[in-house]
């Protein structure tokens, strides 16, 4: 665009120099109709009578020359108001016609020399302002650029998978027995059988003490349950505990789920394990005379690092247990807990940096080409217009040399 405007200029400029050729040629004609139009006696001489013009012929000769509108300015109009000058050769100096015609032309190069120069100004006042745009957009991107890297945006992926890795269940009975543990497929639950009987453990359990974390001082026993794997047919995992009556006026037993059964197994300090796992994760809890489903889901995190840390999500639904039992056996509190993975689906969070080097360096390109281009466009203008100034000051110290 800067390279057309320059042409554009050019091109204004070549077309000027013929106007004023074409101008001094019209000018020569008028000024020979003019000499014609003088009367001239025998021997060829100017007439003393009929060449002696007044300032008012004078001055009206000379508005006429000017274009509509315009207004002559203080040197000019000063021809008008001094006395007629004495008559000389027409040989030797210039008539008042001549002096007329010529200072009109001055007026016209003058007034089209101010126009130039105050559209020169105008444009060169424009790509001013479009550099400092460009340079504002440079900064805003540089700054937009430096946000991003600071703030990234937090990326989910959902990754489908048709087994789990079995899950660690660490239970915290107390005084409670484990009656059984049973694997079951597709939610279904067969009704109970003896409840609050010793049944059957399906399950594979270890129990572990370790000292807990937070005091130090405290022994914590915990029985870790291998968790369900097959999600295809919704394999789960369905507990019961028993407890005798208790002075507690809420009974309660705490859980808490681990990513890893394998890697508990494959510990060689397991109550190191346990206690670094208890501090990694929360403690849940499931109170008795209900049934609590716990539907449990996997969300793994990357970090900073490098590293990336696992947490698991749970949805629970509470069932009231109907109890049937004589009243001699109500005594004993029931617990029932099921475990069960809610969706086939492991949740992949993760942060992601939405600034692309790339587009910024050619957003950045394009800025400083765009401002080096309105600079070297400025540069051209102010030549153009020093330049245009020169010829114009040889214009008039020619027309001012004529003149006198």
Request: glycine share 4%; net charge negative; hydrophobic share 35%.
């Amino acid at each position: 665009m800067a390279g057309a405007m320059i042409r554009k200029e050019i091109s204004r400029s070549y077309q000027e120099l013929n106007d004023e050729t074409e101008r001094d040629a019209q000018s020569a004609d008028l000024q020979e109709d003019l000499d014609d139009l003088d009367p001239q006696d025998g021997n060829g001489s100017a007439s003393p009578e009929k060449n002696d013009v007044g300032p008012d012929e004078l001055q009206n000769m000379y508005v006429e020359a000017l274009p509509w509108g315009f207004v002559p300015t203080l040197p000019c109009a000063k021809l008008f108001q001094t006395a007629p000058q004495p008559r000389l050769e027409a040989s030797v100096t210039t008539s008042p016609r001549d002096a007329a015609l010529s200072c009109a032309q001055a007026q016209m190069s003058w007034f089209k020399a101010c126009l130039k120069n105050v559209f020169s100004v105008f444009l060169i006042f424009i790509y001013l302002l479009l550099m400092a745009v460009a340079v504002f957009l440079a900064y805003q991107t540089i700054t937009d650029f430096r946000e991003k890297l600071k703030h990234p945006v937090m990326s989910v992926r959902y990754k489908k998978v048709d087994r789990f890795e079995a899950p660690g269940i660490a239970l915290y009975p107390g005084k409670a027995q484990l009656l059984s543990c049973k694997h079951h497929y597709h939610d279904q639950i067969p009704p109970l059988v003896n409840p609050g009987q010793l049944g059957e453990v399906q399950c594979l359990t270890e129990r572990i003490n370790y000292t807990d974390p937070y005091t130090n001082h405290t022994t914590k026993q915990a029985l870790i349950v291998k968790g369900p794997t097959d999600v295809r047919k919704r394999e789960l995992i369905f507990l019961q505990f028993h407890q005798n009556e208790t002075e507690q006026d809420f009974s309660a037993i705490g859980y808490l789920l681990f990513y890893s059964y394998q890697e508990f197994s494959d510990s060689p300090d397991k109550a190191q394990f346990m206690k670094d796992t208890e501090s990694s994760y929360s403690i849940w809890t499931f109170s008795g005379g209900f049934r609590t489903w716990v539907k449990m889901s996997l969300v793994k995190t990357s970090e900073k690092d490098g590293g990336e840390s696992v947490e698991f999500r749970q949805e629970s639904s509470v069932v009231k247990y109907s109890d049937q039992r004589p009243d001699s056996e109500k005594g004993n509190e029931l617990f029932f807990v099921v475990f069960e993975w809610r969706d086939p689906f492991i949740q992949e969070v993760r942060d992601i940096i939405t600034a692309n080097p790339w587009n910024t360096i050619a957003s950045l390109c394009g800025v400083f080409l765009a401002l080096f281009k309105a600079a070297d466009f400025a540069k051209l203008s102010v030549k153009w217009m020093i330049k245009i100034r020169k010829r114009h000051l040889k214009r008039n110290a020619r027309e001012m040399n004529q003149v006198t």
